[in-house]
C-alpha cells in the first residue's frame, strides 16, 4: 500500500500543471507561427509542456552545449581556462560590431574570455574559436551522452552550407537544433550540478546569469519586488528554408534556470517560422514568450495570475 502510494505521488508531481498547461497551450495556440515551451518546476517535478518534443533551429541556443564541451575538456586536462588563442582576421565572424570583432589581429584572448563572450553577447567569433578548439563532433557526443540525442551542433557560426556533421540536417536547421524539452534538460544538468562537477555548473549559471539578451524570458518577471535569478541563453535568425509560399520566417528561442523566491525551474521557448520579423523588442515572438514565461513563474510560485500579474514591457 505504501509503495503504490509512493507510484502514485511521483506520477502526480511529474504531472503537467492543469491551469497553467491550458493557459501556455492557448497562447502558444494563437501565436504567428510555431512555437515549443517545456517547464520543469525542480523542487516538485511539476511539468508545463506544450509540443516539447518538436525539433527547432536552436540559432545561438546552441553555444550553451558548446560551454558545456568546453568545460568538460578542461576537467579532462585538454584545455585550461587560460588556455591563449591568438585572434587572426580571418576568424572573425558575424559582422563588425560584436565584441571581439572591433579587436585587432593579434589580441590574445583566453577560454575564459570566449566563454564570457561567447555566453553573455553571443559572440560568434568567439564561439568559433571555441568550436575550433573542443571539436563538432565532440559537442555531439557529449550530448548523446546526456541522453540529448535530438540536440545536435552542426558546424561553426556563418557556414551556412559548410556542415561539420549531418549536411542533410544543416541544410534545415542551421547552425543547430533542439527541442524544447531538451534545451531545459541541459539546463536542468546545469542547474543541478550534473555537468562535469558543482563547481563547473557553478561557473556555467555565473555566465548564463551575465547574458545581455533580456527581452523573452526575463522580461516580465517582478524583479523590483522579488530577488530572481535569470540564467539564460537566446538564439535568433531567420529560418535556412523558405515555406511553400517562398517566405523565410524567423527563429526565435529562449531557455533558462530560473531562481526566485518560492520557485526554481528551468524553462525554455522556442519558435520557428515566425510570421512577425520585426527586430525590436516589440515583436510578438518575444512579448508572447515573455507573456508566457510571467504565467509560468507564477504558477511555480504558487501565485494568482490576476493578483500579482503586471503587464509586459
Known sequence: MRATAAILTTLLS?????????????????????????????????????????????????????????????????????????????????????????LHPGVVLTVDDLLHLMIAYSDNTATNLLVGLVGTANVDKLLDSYGLTKTRLYRPTFRDGRADVLPEEEKEYGLGSTTPREAATLLALIAEGKVVSRAACDRMIALLAEQQDRAMIPRSLPFEKEEILVANKTGWDEEKLPDAKGFKGDVRNDAAYVKGPNARYVIAICARRIADKSPGADSEALKTGGEISRMIYEAFSGKSRSSSATPSN
Not at 497553467?20 to 517545456?38: I, L, S, W
Not at 525542480?42 to 553555444?63: W, Y
Not at 588556455?83 to 572573425?92: E, G, I, Q, R, Y
Open 14 to 102: 511529474l504531472a503537467p500543471a492543469p491551469a497553467v498547461q491550458n493557459q501556455v497551450a492557448a497562447r502558444v495556440a494563437a501565436f504567428h507561427g510555431e512555437m515549443g515551451v517545456y517547464a520543469k518546476n525542480l523542487a516538485s517535478g511539476e511539468v508545463v509542456a506544450v509540443n516539447p518534443d518538436q525539433r527547432f533551429p536552436t540559432a545561438s541556443l546552441i553555444k550553451v552545449a558548446v560551454m558545456a564541451e568546453v568545460f568538460h575538456q578542461i576537467a579532462e586536462g585538454k584545455l585550461k581556462h587560460d588556455t591563449s588563442v591568438t585572434l587572426k582576421a580571418s576568424d572573425k565572424a558575424g559582422g563588425e560590431t560584436v565584441p571581439v570583432n572591433m
